[in-house]
């Protein structure tokens, strides 16, 4: 069982940049892969980054479209901690963002296994 809990997020104008943090419980957190989704008023959660568990200390990343290049996700497993550092950001980006941990880095949606509460982030412009 892993429990998560994000934070990190609030209110910036648009251009400034959050990042958010999401804990987990559990000894086995390493062995995950761990995402970001995000999910706006109306609309679908929707990916947005995901970082492997570490592979004899290399990690892979993927990251949505709508993302590359302006947000990094990274991860500090003796923290059992993962981040995200979002830059550039534009009202769009305007969700509840939810951390989530799979056993797959290439899971779809429905096949991560534990979530977060999720943390608000909202972009003014």
């Known amino acids: 069982q892993v429990q998560l809990v994000e934070s990190g997020g609030g209110l910036v104008q648009a251009g400034g940049s959050l990042r958010l943090s999401c804990a987990a419980s559990g000894r086995t957190f390493s062995t995950y892969a761990m995402a970001w989704f995000r999910q706006a008023p109306g609309k679908e959660r929707e990916f947005a980054a995901a970082?492997?568990?570490?592979?004899?200390?290399?990690?892979?990343?993927n990251y949505a479209d709508s993302v590359k290049g302006r947000f990094t996700i990274s991860r500090d497993d003796a923290k059992n901690t993962v981040y995200l550092q979002m830059n550039s950001l534009k009202s769009e980006d305007t969700a509840v963002y939810y951390c989530?941990?799979?056993?797959?880095?290439?899971?779809?949606?429905?096949?991560?296994?534990?979530w977060g509460q999720g943390t608000q982030v909202t972009v003014s412009s």
């Open positions: 970082i492997s568990g570490s592979r004899g200390g290399t990690y892979y990343a």
């Open positions: 989530a941990a799979s056993r797959n880095l290439r899971a779809t949606k429905n096949e991560y296994l534990y």
